[in-house]
């Protein structure tokens, strides 16, 4: 899981920045941690704070280690306008059980990459800069590379390394987690990073993961009541809702931006089994508050670590959550709810009066 991650001269982030994702000692709501980090998590902030961008920038390690689909408008003006220097600085701290994988790197662009370094448990595996590698099976690994490309890529995707090897057991565990890294918002459409090298129509991932019958009972849980069918049109299988006088339509011709928003995300959770991080920008725009509640109990039952950001603070409560598992984006700073304050969190504190209240600034 992501444990700790730090972002420096990228967008809005002129200095150092850092997500620190270590639990507190809470014994509540303890499903949303494991070993020690917190594995679900919603960061608030005022328009313009770095929502957004925190979410770009934890994605970021997708653009140059995976060969899935790339989000390209997220990340035009790369750099931060306020600052001289030429490069941002990424560092991503994963713990696997006991084990702790860094990697950290500088860019210039999206696609210009460079100071690549990975140490695992405090040890120098992999330096790009001095083409150094400390793996089994890497030693007659060919240098003389495409230096336009992620020089840990090159690596991975070069090598047969030793299996049995610790140190090659964990850079695999970072591979695939950073593999099944996934983003996507409701805001502009179907608009996601990751985990797939392409577009493909919500219609045929719910008929293919899931069933009609399923996908029925989950809009009732949500309180939406449609008679569905599968209809054939022209070869292409339709998703249709039956109403009164026997009328039949394509359900996505007559669903509201909220219903949309909620089948968007039914259509990604069928796929969170191959999901090791979600992240959802204002992931709740177009919910009302028992859905935002709803969606963020069905992930907390998956095996997937999260992170959304939103506005809506009536779901800030230790009842869903805790409060190491919200976190707090302000003047470039970012912290979660108990390590903003000296006050000691308990159960029955009312998280969100207490930040309208300014107890967390």
């Not at 001269?9 to 994702?21: P, R, V």
Request: proline letters at 1%.
């Amino acid at each position: 899981m992501l444990k700790r991650f730090t972002v420096k001269n990228f967008k809005n982030f002129k200095n150092k920045i850092t997500l620190d994702l270590t639990s507190s000692n809470y014994e509540f709501n303890n499903k949303s941690i494991s070993n020690n980090v917190v594995k679900n998590s919603i960061i608030y902030g005022h328009n313009g704070s770095g929502k957004s961008n925190i979410v770009k920038a934890i994605m970021d390690v997708t653009t140059h280690l995976t060969d899935y689909r790339i989000d390209e408008s997220a990340y035009q003006l790369y750099l931060c306008l306020d600052s001289e220097e030429n490069s941002a600085f990424f560092s991503y701290e994963f713990s696997f059980g006991e084990d702790e994988v860094i990697y950290s790197y500088r860019k210039k662009s999206l696609n210009e990459i460079f100071d690549e370094y990975i140490y695992i448990n405090g040890n120098l595996v992999i330096d790009s800069k001095n083409k150094i590698v400390n793996i089994p099976g890497t030693e007659n690994l060919d240098l003389n590379y495409d230096e336009t490309i992620s020089f840990i890529k090159y690596v991975l995707r070069n090598t047969v390394m030793d299996s049995k090897d610790p140190n090659t057991i964990l850079i695999k565990k970072f591979d695939n987690f950073v593999q099944g890294m996934l983003s996507f918002n409701s805001l502009q459409g179907n608009t996601f990073q990751g985990l797939e090298t392409g577009a493909e129509s919500l219609t045929s991932i719910i008929l293919r993961e899931s069933s009609i019958t399923e996908f029925e009972k989950f809009l009732k849980e949500c309180g939406l009541e449609y008679n569905l069918k599968i209809k054939n049109v022209d070869n292409v299988d339709v998703i249709t809702a039956i109403f009164e006088a026997n009328k039949e339509v394509d359900l996505f011709k007559v669903i509201s931006k909220g219903t949309s928003a909620l089948i968007l995300f039914y259509t990604w959770s069928l796929k969170f089994d191959k999901v090791s991080m979600v992240l959802m920008d204002e992931f709740d725009s177009y919910y009302h508050n028992d859905l935002t509640r709803m969606v963020i109990k069905i992930v907390k039952e998956k095996n997937v670590q999260s992170l959304f950001s939103s506005h809506n603070t009536s779901v800030m409560s230790n009842d869903l959550l805790r409060p190491d598992c919200y976190f707090v984006l302000e003047d470039h700073k970012i912290k979660s709810l108990d390590k903003s304050t000296n006050k000691e969190l308990r159960k029955a504190h009312n998280l969100e009066k207490m930040y309208k209240a300014g107890a967390f600034d």
